[in-house]
């Protein structure tokens, strides 16, 4: 008899063939083996992923806090807890008011900690870079067309005035330069979808088949 | 009706049919089309390379099967260079399902460069939120991360020893498909000033390329060809290298489909006189 250590890996791989070719059926029309494999999904990460949460969130800060630690720490879980039931409160209609005090206090932490993260890396420091002086050679051409870019694509944008004169040129030379970008971008996500098509194939040709060498 | 109309009304399948053949026809039978490295690989690599000896770097792994075809083969050969390196790794993920891929790559790269669990490298696991955990994390691993994924109490962690915060991370390298990113860059670029290096999946890579020229980050690598690039960096012909050929036949299918449809088209419409 076969050892279940030894058959389990096989089994999976099985598992994950049937599975994927139980997706790409939808390729030729839908049909109950790709509802199948699709509902499987939806139910197995909804499962897993409140397993994980309960494990990693609820037992660690909530319970453990609450039951194993001092009145301090036991005081310093009730808040953050009560919190978190007011949120959930809100699904009756008498409790509305009070949930929204939880949201408040969670927008208001939210914010004050991304306000001055974003200012700082999203807002300074692309700013700073963009004015920065040009670098000598090819270098000076690349700035040079990051500028213009920058400031054409901020004419497109700007609606407080009518695009017309210098403004609308600007306008109108920043709908290339986002066309340009629109363009890059589809290039990778095509890039992205057909990396993602190649891992199955791979899995299924190597894995399953045994077609292609293991790494 | 005209050929015109014919490729116009082109049943989908055969487009699928088509595909299918030019990923798998090249997986079967490689002929290994040259790939060059790019400037902005080639100076992740570099980052890591010439980090002094003995130094840590800290992976932030925050992906999940989705996109794992691009980042999984990111994260083994840039694991592998740190492990040649000799640097200590840690490692964590932000993402619930993170860990059964981050564990399993791991123990690859470990494995193929000789490496053992908690001397050379340690798996914090998952920790939930974002920013809570960056940010505790430059006040203190340990309160984040108490225990390792295993179990093991950080402190009893050889490879963990004299780590507490961001203080002794030489380099932050983050691999993910999300905005985790742009919250490293926000706080461990920005307020605790980590150099960072980010692997990312080719669908946001262009969205950071205006890092890389403030200087934010110091290396991009984007996608499935990214880690192709790096694979050949490092020398090793991985899941990566091993599907570029695929990828390079796809967007010659896919191009030829597009100029092939929109030719049709124009003909079509010259034929019935519309525009």
């Given amino acids: 008899m076969i050892p279940w250590a030894q058959m389990a890996p096989t089994i999976t791989v099985w598992v994950a063939a049937f599975l994927t070719l139980c997706v790409f059926s939808f390729l030729y029309k839908d049909n109950p083996f790709y509802r199948f494999a699709e509902h499987l999904f939806v139910g197995s990460a909804a499962g897993y992923l409140l397993a994980v949460q309960y494990q990693n969130v609820i037992i660690p800060n909530v319970w453990l806090p609450l039951t194993t630690g001092k009145p301090v720490t036991i005081g310093l879980t009730a808040i953050p807890l009560l919190l978190g039931l007011l949120m959930v409160a809100r699904i009756s209609p008498r409790f509305t008011g009070p949930a929204r005090w939880a949201i408040a206090f969670y927008v208001g932490t939210y914010s004050g900690i991304a306000v001055t993260g974003y200012m700082q890396a999203q807002v300074l420091a692309q700013v700073a870079d963009a004015v920065k002086p040009f670098p000598p050679g090819w270098g000076a051409v690349n700035a040079a067309l990051g500028l213009i870019g920058l400031l054409t694509v901020i004419a497109y944008f700007f609606f407080s005035v009518p695009h017309k004169g210098v403004v609308g040129v600007g306008a109108r030379v920043g709908i290339w330069f986002l066309m340009v970008a629109f363009g890059a971008s589809f290039g990778y996500t095509v890039m992205a979808r057909v990396s993602l098509l190649i891992a199955r194939v791979q899995f299924l040709l190597r894995d399953w088949m045994h077609l292609i060498p293991m790494s | ?275």
Wanted: charged share 20%; glycine share 8%.
């Fill in chain 2, 1 to 275: 009706m005209s050929l015109a109309d014919r490729i116009l009304r082109l049943d989908r399948r055969i487009i699928f049919i088509l595909v299918a053949l030019g990923t798998a026809l090249p997986l079967l039978v490689p002929v290994n089309l040259p790939i060059t490295v790019t400037p902005r690989v080639e100076a992740a690599y570099d980052t890591i390379d010439q980090l002094p000896a003995g130094s840590t770097v800290l992976f932030s792994l925050d992906y999940e099967p989705d996109v794992s075809a691009e980042l999984q083969p990111m994260t083994v050969a840039i694991m592998r260079h740190c492990f040649r390196k000799n640097f200590k790794v840690v490692a964590l993920t932000l993402y619930p399902a993170g860990p059964g891929l981050v564990e399993p790559a791991i123990r690859i790269a470990a494995e193929a460069e000789h490496k053992v669990r908690n001397k050379d490298y340690a798996f914090l696991g998952y920790k939930s939120g974002f920013q809570t955990v960056m940010i505790g994390m430059g006040e203190s691993i340990r309160s984040q991360f108490p225990v390792d994924f295993y179990g093991t109490p950080l402190d009893s962690i050889p490879v963990m020893r004299g780590i507490r915060n961001y203080g002794e991370i030489a380099l932050l390298v983050n691999l993910t498909a999300s905005s985790a990113a742009d919250y490293w860059i926000q706080f461990a670029v920005g307020r605790y000033r980590k150099p960072m290096v980010l692997g990312a999946t080719a669908v946001m890579a262009t969205d950071y390329y205006p890092y890389l020229s403030s200087k934010q980050l110091l290396g991009l690598i984007g996608g499935m060809k990214g880690a192709a690039e790096y694979e050949k960096r490092m020398d090793l012909f991985g899941d990566a290298r091993r599907g570029m050929d695929a990828q390079s036949l796809v967007h010659v299918i896919v191009t030829l489909l597009v100029i092939l449809g929109n030719v049709a088209l124009f003909a079509s419409r010259r034929g019935t006189g519309t525009r």
